[in-house]
């Protein structure tokens, strides 16, 4: 076992864990953070996506020990005082999800896309995603409320 | 006096989702959130063996490790479940939910551990060691038909599943009479032969399969939660599987990450987890990894046709032969058998064709078993037969859409009885195809193309037709009965609390239900909840899947509403001292037709409802009732989708360029949710031209079993998407709603590959299998053949 402590969505986490266990492990099962999905075991779909220390990354791909002191925020964690992150919102109103579970890590990989590129064209915003698979809606709502977040920027 | 806004109408409109605040903000609970005290996890130990009898199996490692409370092999799981049950009527080989003595694809499983948690429980899976004696793997499907390389199924030689007699024109209980088909041919100026294949998928909702489930000892009862599009055909199966009544079960699909089909099927793991939960008498929990899901949630489509279409030069179709081969895999899964058929009802597709004859022959293969994948059977037959019409413009020198123009069933045929024994409810073909043709510029899409062309480039036009059957039902053509069931109650306080059997799993139900519900009782929609996906709160149910959730369990619901409001205008007919036929619901007030002053508040008179001092005569307290609805007839929805691909000269890349897709659903309740059904269905067929496919090798080792190796659709592979419709009401149910939820992946497959065919004409091709992988292009592009 290995102790470890990072940053979780704001509050300060102290645990101790088997090295081999993956920081989507961690966050689903340890903290019960389950708005972070897996959806595969080979790091391709991005329903796992967090931001490590302010960056999306994949949390299937890290173990947990390897995220031990930094700064995570999950879905959960996206807005803290209660009102919808801009992404959040835009994803509502253009109906950006149907069943919802690529939906957490789609809106956390767009939380960067639009830090790197606050005014992406269409073509950007597809590049952007494609870490990220959706098996529902064929991508064209998702990519109009990543527009429509950047517009409200 | 009360007084209250007006309400906008919202059955038509584009209502944003009531799922979507949950689901943003990580709040929803799918199958893998649900923690239970004292819960332990399962894991399969598989087989590395397409086909194999096992020899000899070793758990004892397993065994002793700590915090492992029981292992399980085929042998001991079958002393205390029966074979595997399907939904058809189809004859079916002795399957067991895990092996017992031989494994016949790769992925089946052989034993199964209970453990403390889910790495432990994939640690002891791993540490059990399985002989086998190999035998040799039936992986092609002409093959297989004839016995070769062995037959897996001792009682079904030549690995024939299903030899069905021929089906169409001439065919009937007395006999099959070929004049007709016969004639059609020898008349013929032209006829068009094809050997086409439709590739093998993989299903590949993003949430895999799950389940959970808890016997509580004590009560008797079973509560399992599963990641299924019908909880109550579920709770049917877990409660004959485990020896329960079927009100000792409690079947629950809580959020469910898509189905797409796959989750129709009742699965192995659903049923070893829940007899396992019974005897150990602990919850009991699954997660299904996604290598897993590759080789244990069923796949999709691979189905041979050989199809031979006879027409006159003048592009008038005289008749069409469908020879289909369908590869199912090692088992008949719930609706496996039943799935090609829906290939053989639709081969009529959309156009008047005097005579036409399909055969169908199932085999089993060293496999997973196939089952329904969108459109399930549909999107088969409406590449077969678009494709060979594009063959036959080709042949012609016609336009694509004016050899469809000639040949349309017209819009005052309808009721149209087609040669496959199906009755079309309402269509109007040209108006769909006209409308597409508008939507995409044919016209100036043509000169685009030819001015690309005269640059070197290559780039191609593709266009098809779609018609199919949503909205399942009757009973008769379902055998889990073909009707959907909802349940309305206006509660005390005037809010309204409906159930309907139509689980979803992402169609966004508890949105368009709650607009009609809102619409019908002139209240505001925050007043209504949808309940769903849940046996101790939805009394009856069938499930979401054909198209039908709209269609079916849509028109139960508003059945439903209709008997409540008649009741409640009785009990506001009471306190207004008017007569009930008088009274209209609207802006949440119940008041007297032409005089909205004289009214009450809808909430008032549920109240009284519910403490009726005095109670009208002839009245029973309360505002709740019910409704099955079963419809006379399917529904069959329309289109007719447009692309234009162009493909890389130097690499044999395909790029599309632009999709239009013109979708007839008859009358819509909420435009953007069917928007997105379009969309989706959209990509996946568009998924299957380009860039998906299972591919087996000849040991029956899948070679495509993870996301790195089988191409899930991404966002960069689309243009952007154009969609018109048009609308046809349907008579079969009173909201005239088709269906969508299939729509996309029927037209869009046929008219990618008529694109690319159409890019590469000027080498001569006429036909490409899919998937149109560049290397299969390049091959063209440098001379060599299709």
Known sequence: ?153 | MPTSPVLPKLVGQRVKRREDPRLIQGRGTYVDDIALVGMLHLAFKRSDVAHGRIRSIDTSAAEAMDGVEAVFTGAQIAEFLAPMPIGTPFPSPDHRAVAVDTVRYGGEAVAVVVASDRYLARDAADAIVVDYDTLPAVVDLELAMTGQPTVIHSAFPNNLAVALVPSGTGVSASGVDDSAIDEAFAKAEVVISQRMMNQRLAPSAMESRGVVAHYEPGKGTMTIWSSTQNPHILRTFIAAMTGLGQDQVRAIAPEVGGGFGAKINIYAEEYVTAAISKRLGIPVKWIEDRSEAFVATTHGRDILGYVDLAAKRDGTVLGLKLRLIADIGAYNMLLTAAIPTLTMMMANATYRIPAIRTTLTEVFTNKTPTDAYRGAGRPEATYFVERAMDMLARELQMDPAELRRKNFIQPNQFPFVTQMGATYDSGDYEKALDKALETAKWEALKAERDAARAQGRLVGLGLAMYVEVCGIGPSSSLPTGGWEHSQVTIERDGRISATTGASPHGQGNETTFAQMLADQFGVPLEHVTILHGDTGVVKQGIGSFGSRSQAVGGTALHLAGAKVKTKMAKFAAALLEAHEDDLVFQNGMISVKGSPAAGKSFASVASYAYVPVPLPEGLEPGLSDEAFFEPSNNTYPFGCHIAMLEIDRETGEPTLLKVVAVDDAGHLINPLIVEGQIHGGLAQGIGQALIEEVVYSEEGQLLTGSFMDYAIPRAIDFPHFELEATVTPTPVNPLGAKGVGEAGTLGSTPCVVAAAVDALSEFGVKHIDMMLRPEKLWRIIQGGAS
């Open chain 1, 1 to 153: 076992m290995a102790q470890i402590s990072m940053t979780v969505n704001g509050k300060a986490r102290k645990a101790n864990v088997d090295p081999r266990v993956l920081l989507v492990h961690f966050l689903r099962e340890h903290l019960r953070l389950t708005g972070t999905h897996i959806g595969c075991d080979t790091s391709q779909c991005g329903s796992c996506t967090v931001l490590l220390d302010g960056r999306s990354a994949k949390s299937c791909t890290i173990f947990a020990v390897q995220a031990d002191g930094s700064e995570i925020t999950t879905i959960e964690g996206l807005a803290p005082d209660g009102q919808l992150h801009p992404l959040q919102h835009a994803f509502w109103e253009e109906h950006g999800l149907q069943c919802g579970y690529c939906t957490p890590g789609m809106i956390m990989a767009a939380v960067t896309l639009l830090e790197d590129n606050p005014k992406p064209s269409e073509r950007e915003i597809r590049e952007g995603i494609s870490g990220n698979y959706c098996r529902c809606t064929g991508y064209q709502h998702i990519v109009n409320a990543i527009q429509r977040a950047a517009e409200k920027r």
